[in-house]
Every structure is written in structure tokens, then in C-alpha cells.
């Protein structure tokens, strides 16, 4: 009997406290007043002990493998994890290491040492400031430095280098930048006229005209050739006798070239010096800007003017510079000269 009655009084207190899922929304009910005491006793309880210490889970404190190398050239800068002949390694970073260059170091957990990795002859590019793993399997690592210096004269563009590793049986992938292109200096070919519409006199000023423009224009990435023209076109010198010889030596050809006289072909000297001065024969660059100018403009029963314009519209870095005097127009800006010669 005193089993059913605790299970009788038991089904009471159930059906008053709980709450079924179908039943209807029913008052929370108050603790038991006799189980007030018992709480606050083992909160008081609680509080006596104090909160219990928090804990990392995925971080060994105890028996930690310590791997020590240069502070002074931010060794441990970039740590990644990497798998390698079922074996685990950390690969360490030390950007500064090499005067700049950067170094980095595999490290065996087994062995608790680290050894340089060896590295393809490297520039000063900091290798190891950026560092990353394959996060799924853990077998390829990538490291770079931002600091590959390329130069262009006075300028200094920076890109970066990265090294890639499958594996320590082989060496690393190097991916390098295409790198951007150098256009540094200036060919520059004079063409004057020779003809007999220039005076004697007015012959002399002119070729000390271009003797000044001459000493104006020296300089490391300059080179310069000058071009006669009238009923014939020669090489007064070319951009190699430039370089060969010197400044104050093809100055002394200039005022030395006599008056040929004729008459004036302007667009036949165009073509001339298109085809035949700017050419690596005759020592002209490539890779740089090209400059013509010429003194003078006079209409040329040889050549049209179109074909001397679409003859230099074949070297795309060419520019012109026309002057003839008292014609030069003037707005700078403005191409061509007053002179007008059938198209």
C-alpha cells in the first residue's frame, strides 16, 4: 500500500507541475517553498568555489615543441603546416634573413629542428612575407615577396616573386611577372634643307641653329643624326657615328657639309630617313621613342606629301617637329606648316 500511495501521490504532483504538449496553456507554478532552501544552498555553494578555469582543447601547453631561430630577421613571421612524404612539417618565414632576401625553414615536430629550405638564386624580395598552404590536403605551399625590383632608368617598379612546393623531392615552381615594358630616351634625326632656295648666309645660320640644338639635346639617353636633303639626301652622320664619335666630332661634320644645293624634296627625305636612318644599321634603337624634325618645308615634285606622311606612320613612336622660319604657325600645337603642297 505505501507503493501505490507514492505512486498515486507522485501522478498528483505530476499532473500539477507539468505541462503536456495538447494540453491547454496553463500559470507557471512557483517552486516548492520547501526546495527553497536547498537551491540557494547550492548556489551559495557554487559561488564558494569559484568559476572553474577555461581550458584550449587544440593547444598542447604542457609539452610544446619550441622551435627558436633569429628575431632580427622576423623568423616565425609567416608559420604554415604542411604534409610531405607522410610526414607533418611547419614551414617557417624569415623575410629579413639574406640582407632582404628572405629565407624560409621546414620543421620537423620528430626531430624538434628546423632546416633551411633550399631556394633557387633569389633577388631581394623579402621572401616569405606572405605564406599559405592547401588547406584540403596540406600538400602544396606558396610563399612570395613583394620586393622584385625592376628598373627603368630613374624609376623603380616593384613586383612580386613566388616560389610553389608539391613536395621536398624537387624544386619549387617560380612564378614570375611578365614585367612592364621600358621605354626610356629619344632618337632624334634632324633633316635640313640643302637646296638653292637657302642663301649662303641664311645656310650658315641654319647649320648653327642646329649646332645649338645639338648641345641642347646631349644627354645619356639622347641620340642624334642629321639628314640633308635637296635634289640628294645623305647622312650628314647617323645615330652610330653619334655614338662613335662624340658630340663635338659630328658638330665639326655639320659646319664641315657643304652646300649641295638643288632642289628640295621634303617628302623624299621623310621616306629616306624612315627607311634608312632609323634602322639598327645605323644605330637607332628599338625599344625608344623616335623624334623628327626638320628645318624648312618646301613641296617636292618626287614625292607627294602623303607618301612622306605614311611612311612615318610606320614607326609608331615616330613624332615630327617641322620649322621653316618665318612660317613656323604660330600655335605650337598646330601641325604642319603654313606652306601648303598638294596631298
Given at each position: 500500500m505505501a507503493v501505490k500511495g507514492a505512486v498515486k501521490e507522485g501522478k498528483e504532483m505530476s499532473e500539477k507541475y507539468v505541462t503536456?504538449?495538447?494540453?491547454?496553456?496553463?500559470?507557471?507554478?512557483?517552486?516548492?517553498?520547501?526546495?527553497?532552501?536547498?537551491l540557494v544552498a547550492l548556489l551559495t555553494l557554487n559561488l564558494l568555489r569559484g568559476l572553474a578555469p577555461s581550458q584550449a582543447f587544440s593547444i598542447e601547453t604542457h609539452n610544446a615543441t619550441v622551435f627558436e631561430g633569429d628575431a632580427d630577421v622576423q623568423f616565425g613571421y609567416r608559420v604554415v603546416q604542411m604534409r610531405s612524404n607522410d610526414s607533418s612539417w611547419l614551414v617557417v618565414s624569415a623575410p629579413l634573413?639574406?640582407?632582404?632576401t628572405g629565407a624560409l625553414y621546414r620543421c620537423s615536430y620528430h626531430a624538434e629542428t628546423c632546416q633551411p629550405i633550399p631556394l633557387p638564386d633569389t633577388p631581394l624580395v623579402s621572401l616569405g612575407l606572405a605564406l599559405a598552404s592547401d588547406e584540403i590536403s596540406g600538400s602544396r605551399v606558396i610563399a612570395c615577396g613583394p620586393r622584385l625590383q625592376q628598373r627603368c632608368e630613374e624609376n623603380v617598379y616593384l613586383q612580386g616573386l613566388c616560389y610553389v612546393w608539391g613536395g621536398w623531392e624537387s624544386p619549387p615552381r617560380v612564378l614570375r611577372p611578365a614585367g612592364q615594358e621600358c621605354i626610356s630616351g629619344v632618337d632624334v634625326a634632324i633633316l635640313y634643307d640643302d637646296s638653292l632656295s637657302i642663301q649662303p648666309n641664311?645656310?650658315?645660320?641654319?647649320?648653327?641653329?642646329?649646332?645649338?640644338?645639338?648641345?641642347?639635346?646631349?644627354?645619356?639617353?639622347v641620340q642624334i643624326a642629321v639628314v640633308q636633303f635637296s635634289s640628294y639626301i645623305n647622312h650628314v652622320f647617323t645615330f652610330a657615328d653619334y655614338v662613335a664619335k662624340g658630340l663635338e666630332a659630328v658638330e665639326q661634320d655639320l659646319m664641315a657639309f657643304?652646300?649641295?644645293?638643288?632642289?628640295?624634296?621634303?617628302?623624299?627625305?621623310?621616306?629616306f630617313t624612315v627607311k634608312q636612318t632609323f634602322t639598327p644599321e645605323h644605330g637607332a634603337r628599338s625599344h625608344i621613342n623616335s623624334s623628327c624634325s626638320r628645318p624648312g618645308a618646301s613641296c617636292s615634285p618626287k614625292l607627294r606629301r602623303r607618301s612622306g606622311v605614311q611612311a612615318g606612320s610606320e614607326l609608331p613612336r615616330l613624332r615630327t617637329a617641322p620649322g621653316s622660319g618665318r612660317h613656323v604657325p604660330a600655335d605650337p600645337g598646330r601641325e604642319g606648316v603654313s606652306t601648303r603642297c598638294p596631298e
Open positions: 503536456h504538449p495538447h494540453a491547454a496553456p496553463r500559470e507557471v507554478m512557483a517552486p516548492d517553498p520547501e526546495l527553497r532552501p536547498l634573413a639574406g640582407n632582404g641664311d645656310f650658315t645660320l641654319m647649320k648653327q641653329f642646329i649646332g645649338k640644338l645639338l648641345r641642347a639635346l646631349a644627354g645619356p639617353r657643304p652646300h649641295l644645293k638643288g632642289n628640295t624634296h621634303t617628302p623624299s627625305a621623310i621616306l
